[in-house]
């Protein structure tokens, strides 16, 4: 027999060796939240109750998920963003944190009545944000189509209305798809295939490759593509905003003045490392 407050413990003893103990916690609040519908509160309220077989079923397919390793957002199937809930699986990247900082860095530039396009969208969490918290004209694009089609559900259920692109920037008949704007921004793939090897299963075994890795020999390879594009459709005095790899900074600074960028801004997230980047198009 199993209560409400017996499952931390039952956490503790599935996963008390695969995960710290923060993560426990936060796996707890989860399955309060998504089992029983209970906030922390709740969850002391009721410590005693006794769980239902169904509960306990429910209970046992998450940990068993978990122990293989499966992120806990695409077990319940989403994640939260910038104050919202967004759909996730596994052909998006699970929103994460620092992304929520490059959102805020726009939003507090003041995007109201521009027009913006997100490359390589994803879920749509920076470009839904962004729309949900100002009156901007938003394009999406991605090169998965299946990506797309979850950033669709969001944008549906958040109530926005966002222009969605399906193309691959790397090709050459991208412009065809673009038109001019004021405000562009990307968070590419900038992890390293050789950083597979120290990364969690959590995020190697599940999370779309395509959406994170590039090779070490050509890590901006996207930021340059992107760079190029941003010179043909951004119009004058348009912005250019880039989350980065944290040991790149110096090379996209460097990288955004030989293309001809002026007002470059370098920003660090909340631990302190380069993660963004912004600059100013008025050729
Ligand atoms: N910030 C993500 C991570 O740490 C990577 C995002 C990306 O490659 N654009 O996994």
Redesign the pocket.
Known sequence: MLKVKDIRRYLNEHLGEQYPSSELRSFQNWILEFLLDYSTADALMNAEKTLQEETINELERVVQLLVKSKPIQQIFGHAWFYGCKFSVNEHV?IP?P??EELVDWILKDDPNNKSLLDI?TGSGCISISIAMNSSVNVSSLDISENALLMAKENAKTLKTKIHFIHTDIMSDGVLNHLSQYDIIVS?????LESDKQV?ADN?IKY?PHL????PNENALKFYLKITDIACKTLKPGGILYF?I?ELKGKEMVELLKNKGFTQIELKQDMQGKDRMIKALWNV
């Open positions: 990247l994460r620092e992304t390589g968070n590419p793939p900038y992890v990364m995020v999370e959406a994170l890795f590039v989350e790899h």
